[in-house]
């Protein structure tokens, strides 16, 4: 049976679904361990022995490995590849760009998550349109978070619920230059997508980074928002390509 695995690492927290091993995961929790960050990867040690069975050379962002020689889960978060070959036991639910905020040395707690149920109705919409969807802590507050593929491409998103609405923000695209070419290009994304789109936008993070974002009224107007989400990041996805 799968099971969601929540790492806490100080004001945020990580959620992993694993699909395999699963048992062998859940026997060990909760336990505790200490971040390494290398390259784009963040992994930590493990009680969990699974033996020399490791036969992933190449890594598909968002997924979880276990590195045999360490005992460990590594969760890669950009261009890095493992450093000896590792095994692959689930995914990363959400944005990955959060992994960022760890850092070497970081006490992690990790024990099995489960839903907030204050957020159940969204979940709900989410996992109808075949998301994967945690609700981990974001810089100090529990936050809905989902992703999943979107043909070759991996979609992942938070929300931020408000009394007044619904805002939606992708994992940053890139990050803002205040250049001539990043201009021409953003410019170029605004209005294609503007054409496209009734609650999508290209927009910026509150660190700087280009996104894309949405709003949506109510969870009501979810589907329909989260449908057009969808075809905006695979436009944008065709264009950076």
Known sequence: MDVLIEVLANKYSYVIYVDRYADEFRKYLPFRSRAHVWKEEVYFETPIVLGNRADTYLI????????????????????????????????????????????????????????????S?????????????????IDGATTVVASKGLGFNRVAFTLYIEEYGIHIESEPLFRYEQNLSTIKLLR???????AL????????????????????????QLNTVIREFEKIWSFVGSVLS
Not at 84 to 108: D, K, N, Q
């Open 188 to 194: 170029m994304l605004k209005n294609s997508v503007k």
């Open 60 to 119: 598909e962002l968002g997924e979880v490995y276990y590195w045999p020689p360490g005992k460990a889960l590594c969760l890669f978060y950009g261009f890095s590849e493992p450093y000896t070959p590792v095994l692959r036991i689930g995914y990363i639910v959400g944005p990955l760009h959060y992994l960022r905020e760890v850092s070497e040395g970081t006490e992690l707690e990790v024990r099995e998550h489960s839903i907030d149920s204050r957020f």
């Open 197 to 220: 789109s009734r609650y999508t936008r290209i927009d910026l993070d509150e660190m700087g980074n280009v996104c894309i974002t949405a709003v949506a009224e109510s969870a009501d």
């Open 121 to 137: 109705r969204y979940v709900e919409v989410l996992k109808e349109l075949g998301y994967y969807v945690a609700t981990p802590i």
